[in-house]
């Protein structure tokens, strides 16, 4: 099939930017109702008294009339799931408008479109589709893509059959097909528009577009140059039953970072509604009350402009515990906007998202030792979540695939940049990381970290081997990690911890966690998604050791003696390498919510400390934010667009209040006064009394039930 994505969709795109309506502040809650006749009356309800100005509904529901009530009532009507897939390979802007049109008028009547304010177009990464179904054989057959590809790479495409002779052309199609992806969703996106000019347009991303394995992921990055009339929506659900609910914060950030400064929702998960609807393969389950109510602060607090609840149906009226827990928090973030819109975040840390390292996955297959459901995102993923369980925010950092020349800019002002087992890596990228601690950064290193070029071929010696100024040791498998430096804290010397040396630990202990009943009805549906054959698939352990330089100082030792972890002076920086990088991510206990591991000697906590120390070490007399509470506390840090000021926030996820949090923040120098404003649901805004010594001011809040803000100013 022949398929012409023409320019003009993309210049489109770029008019519609400027000449389409904006979005409106004010829209700040939406819901996804099942509309019914029973329950319509009881959603209306919560809709008047959460001041929702939209609902999403399927455009089946729309046709039934089940808007109605909802436009009698005055909120405005979004149309999802339309059947965009059907017009996916459509060549023009024009004819996909023509076509839209055309579907809408024989499959829901003439007065469809006057009735809707706006459309939906759900989780476009499955138009992505699996490469090699779709994209290839196109590529293979298909002499304007095939023309396309040589015009940009002077050669034709490696196709599946050649990838692993070929990884540099395989990398190349890799990019092209991202390409290919995002040029057929801006002219659906144009079509729409030109379909439906007086419409606005929302896209709703689910983590799908980053997860490692079966499904092959879009870079996040390429959208966010689309236009703004086209709303963009994270959607944290999938796999969201073998998370921390962090996940959604985590998700957030990472959509921020490559999104720039667009408004972004965010969908809560009100998914034990779903329970009942048999939808097994999402992996709905129940929520207790207190994670519902923590759901909007998770949002908010990192980055999401506005909120999406998914999804309200007869169901809930079930759990009416639940739903009053989701009134209280919601009722709270629409009165107090001003805590969260218009500020950016404020991190000295960054974690190191490698595209290259994830993209490979697509090479090596979904379960190589190389990436798969184990690698870039995971690693990425938990070790995002043990810096919140020390409570230092953390950026994602990542450039767009086959653009590491913005890698510096993205490096600048972060104090400590994590790099997460990155094993594919460009000698730019290297080059970058070098430059960054020459000029006073600290990078911490883990794993088999640039082991291996940008086309996954391995190198000789890791490109980042000189900054470590060590030698490599043969790898091999390691079962213990010993700790012996004296500037360690006291009880860490001389302690050993079990070194797995990669994370499959965790995948065993999160496949685990999948309830009977969703095993149960996964059997009944005959639906195998869940059933991953860990054992069969996962690899062997296999850690990395060094022969240190000189200069550099062992931090930590394999039974065998060799150095596992090591810090050295680079320029003006600092260097860690860790060897065994399991030890680096967050391993403790995790069920509905983010808890601190039971046994205090377990292997988890002493891993925790290790890494806390480094952090410490790391971030060293300059550090912006100290917060000593309980661990289960999450915290970010915000600033003020206009007006100046800075925004703490702590998210209670252990279920239980937290008496005296010791918070100490650095001001800028000259500064002799600061207001401290102390906000939390329930209660009235009140001062905090505050000390300032050594350019930082330090204060205490009381108690934290469950979510908290503090105002600088």
């Known amino acids: ?183 057929r969703l801006a002219n659906v996106i ?76 965010g969908i809560i998960q009100f998914y034990d509604s779903q329970r009942d609807t048999g939808w097994p393969y999402e992996g709905y389950m129940d929520l207790n009350p207190d994670d519902v109510y923590r759901q909007p602060f998770e949002y908010l607090m990192n980055g999401a402009t506005s909120l999406q609840i998914f999804v309200m149906c007869e169901p809930t009226q079930k759990r009416e515990q639940n739903t009053k827990a989701l009134e209280k928090s919601l009722s709270f973030a629409r009165e107090n906007k001003h805590l969260w819109q218009d500020t950016r975040p404020v991190s000295q840390v960054g974690v190191y998202f490698s595209e290259n390292t994830f993209r490979m996955k697509d090479m090596w297959g979904s379960w190589s030792r190389m990436t798969g459901l184990y690698g870039a995102s995971f690693q990425t993923e938990y070790t995002y979540y043990a810096l919140s369980h020390m409570q230092v925010p953390a950026d994602i950092v990542s450039v767009p695939f086959c653009q590491e020349s913005g890698l510096p800019e993205k490096l600048k002002g972060y104090s400590v940049i994590i790099l997460p087992d990155v094993k594919c890596m460009s000698k730019y990228e290297a080059d970058s990381f070098a430059g960054y601690v020459k000029n006073g950064g600290t990078l911490i290193i883990t794993g088999e970290t640039a082991f291996y070029d940008e086309y996954g071929k391995p190198r000789p010696n890791p490109a980042l081997l000189s900054l470590t100024q060590g030698k490599p040791m043969q790898a091999k498998e390691h079962a213990m990690l010993k700790l012996s430096n004296k500037i360690l804290p006291r009880e860490l010397r001389g302690l050993s911890i079990a070194a797995d040396c990669n994370d499959a630990t965790l995948f065993y202990r999160m496949a ?124 970010a840090m915000r600033s003020k667009e206009k007006g100046g000021g800075t925004l703490l926030y702590f998210l209670n996820h252990s279920g239980q209040p937290v008496q005296n949090t010791k918070v100490k923040v650095a001001l800028n120098k000259g500064v002799k006064r600061a207001g401290l404003e102390l906000y939390e649901p329930g209660s009235a805004p009140q001062k905090l009394s505050g000390t300032i010594t050594n350019r930082s001011v330090e204060f205490v809040i009381p108690a934290i039930k469950e979510f908290a803000a503090v105002k600088i100013k």
């Open 1 to 183: 099939m022949k398929t012409r994505i023409a320019n003009l969709a993309l210049t489109l795109l770029i008019l519609l930017s400027f000449t389409s309506i904006a979005m409106a502040a004010e829209e700040f809650i939406s819901v996804y109702p099942y509309p019914s006749a029973s329950y319509t009356p009881k959603c209306l309800e919560f809709c008047q008294k959460n001041a929702v100005t939209e609902v999403i509904m399927s455009y089946r529901c729309v046709v039934k009339g089940e808007d109605k009530p909802y436009k009698d009532a005055g909120l405005s009507v979004n149309c999802g799931w339309m059947p965009w897939r059907n017009f996916w390979t459509i060549q023009s802007s024009e004819k996909m408008a023509e076509q839209l049109k055309s579907w809408s008028t024989q499959n829901m009547g003439p007065g469809f479109v006057e009735r809707v304010d706006a459309f939906s177009i759900d989780e476009p990464n499955w138009g992505y589709g699996d490469w090699k179904l779709q994209s290839i054989p196109e590529l293979e057959k298909d002499t304007y893509l095939r023309n396309e590809y040589y015009k940009k790479f002077s050669c034709w495409p490696t196709l599946s059959q050649d990838h692993l002779n070929n990884p540099k052309g395989w990398r190349n199609t890799v990019w092209f097909r991202q390409k290919v992806f995002t040029d």
């Open 512 to 635: 685990n966690r999948h309830p009977e009943w969703l095993k149960a009805k996964c059997k009944e549906m005959k639906f195998n998604g869940y059933d991953l054959f860990f054992s069969e698939k996962l690899p062997k352990p296999v850690s990395a050791a060094i022969l240190p330089g000189k200069g550099a100082l062992t931090l930590a030792t394999y039974e065998d003696g060799t150095s596992a972890i090591t810090v050295n002076n680079y320029g003006k920086g600092k260097v860690y390498y860790i060897g065994p990088n399991d030890v680096t991510l967050f391993q403790g206990e995790v069920t509905d919510s983010l808890e601190e591991p039971v046994n205090k000697i377990s292997r988890e906590a002493r891993c925790m400390k290790l890494f806390r120390t480094i952090m410490q070490e790391s971030l060293g007399k300059d550090r912006l934010l100290e917060v000593k509470t309980a661990p289960a506390m999450e915290v």
């Open 190 to 265: 144009a079509g729409y528009k030109s379909a439906f000019p007086d419409k606005d347009l929302m896209l709703n991303l689910s983590p799908v577009a980053y997860e490692s394995g079966g499904q092959m992921g879009i870079d996040v990055h390429r959208f966010k140059d689309f236009p703004r009339f086209c709303r963009m929506a994270t959607d944290p659900y999938f796999q969201a039953f073998r998370r921390p609910l962090q996940w959604s914060g985590y998700l957030i950030r990472w959509h921020k970072s490559a999104m720039g400064e667009r408004p972004l929702s």
